[in-house]
């Protein structure tokens, strides 16, 4: 049998992640045919194949080698404790799909740290993950799992705590319920699965990820340009440190140099007016489409 040429990707078909997975990708230069009741999509200018499928279905699918590479909650990827048993690996963060895992508990508890939750009952869908948590504390509690509407557990009487994501923290609020501890902070990831790629998958693999890494450079980045007097360059550089070599141009009015820099850092209001005050005038922050080093 020859090696596979292409790398099949797992998504989430239709949930908070799909979105800003399928732009990433499209940022990425990557040209698929999309329909959302296929369960594959092929690119067409990449040896890249999408399956389209529930978020919860993407660790199994990586520990079974049925794609090579998934884009998931870094939530899901502990609580199914793939890293640990296949080798899989987490190749980069994404930048979106923030949240939390957290405890949380009606107002009228007491919580002073981790000890105050021996020998409560915890409502969770994170069963793995809350459980390496206790022991890590050294607690012994009784974990009730739910799979899902766990912020009602409380209030039904089912469990006296919960642990589950929070993004705003609104769901908890409105149930009444106050966060009293972060399990752990998540983001979407890009994971590999453990199984070994072949020659041609794993040039595919390199080129997605100088992609994405272009994509994701850029986007934290920002590209500023000034007009200053030479001597304040100094005191601007110390306004951005974030920021490389800066280009220095004269300009016609002999007093002043125009200054082109690249920012990797976010460029404030503040930042701004702190950039005046040393000395600087007509300032442009442009956003940066791609950045390769
Ligand atoms: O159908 P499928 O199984 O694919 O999707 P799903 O409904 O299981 O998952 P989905 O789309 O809700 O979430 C996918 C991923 O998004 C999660 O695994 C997380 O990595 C990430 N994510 C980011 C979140 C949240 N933020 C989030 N706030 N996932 C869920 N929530 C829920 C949370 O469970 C709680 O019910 O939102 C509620 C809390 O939100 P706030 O804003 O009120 O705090
Ligand atoms: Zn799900």
């Known amino acids: 049998m020859s090696a596979p040429a292409r790398i099949r990707i797992a998504i989430q078909k239709s949930g908070r992640l799909t979105e800003k ?69 987490v190749l980069r963060k994404l930048g979106f799909g923030q949240c939390r895992l957290a405890l949380a508990q009606p107002k009228d508890r007491s919580y002073a740290g981790a000890k105050s939750l021996d020998g409560a009952r915890i409502a969770t869908s994170y069963p793995n993950t809350l459980t390496r948590f206790l022991e890590n504390a050294g607690v012994t509690a009784k974990i009730v799992e739910l ?94 440190p974030g920021l490389e070599e800066p280009t220095v141009i004269p300009l016609a009015s002999k007093d002043k140099v125009a200054v082109h820099m690249v920012a990797r850092e976010p460029v404030f209001w503040e930042t701004i007016e702190r950039l005046k005050e040393a000395g600087a005038s007509s300032i442009l922050v442009v956003p940066i489409e791609k950045m390769i080093s």
């Not at 040896?47 to 090579?68: A, F, N, Q, S, T």
């Not at 399990?183 to 199984?195: A, F, T």
């Not at 040039?203 to 990820?209: G, K, S």
């Not at 100088?210 to 030479?230: I, W």
């Open 147 to 240: 799979k899902g509407s766990v912020e009602i557990a409380p209030t039904l009487d089912v469990a006296d705590v919960v642990c589950d994501l929070v993004s705003t923290g609104r769901t908890l609020r409105s149930n009444g319920l106050e966060e009293v501890e972060t399990i752990l902070k998540s983001e979407c990831v890009l994971v590999k699965s453990g199984k070994t790629l072949s020659q041609e998958q794993a040039a595919t693999l390199d080129r997605l990820l100088q992609r994405l890494d272009g994509v994701m450079n850029a986007e934290s980045s920002k590209y500023v340009m000034m007009n200053a007097p030479l001597d304040a360059v100094d005191r601007i550089r110390r306004v951005l």
């Open 21 to 89: 997975t399928v732009s990433l990708l499209d940022r990425c230069g990557l040209e698929f045919e999309w329909s959302k009741d296929r369960l594959f999509s092929s690119c067409e200018n990449m040896g890249i194949d999408l399956m389209l499928v529930r978020d919860d279905d993407i660790p199994g699918y990586l520990k079974d080698g049925v794609c090579d590479l998934g884009v998931v909650g870094l939530n899901m990827v502990k609580e199914s404790e793939i890293e640990d048993t296949t080798q899989a690996e």
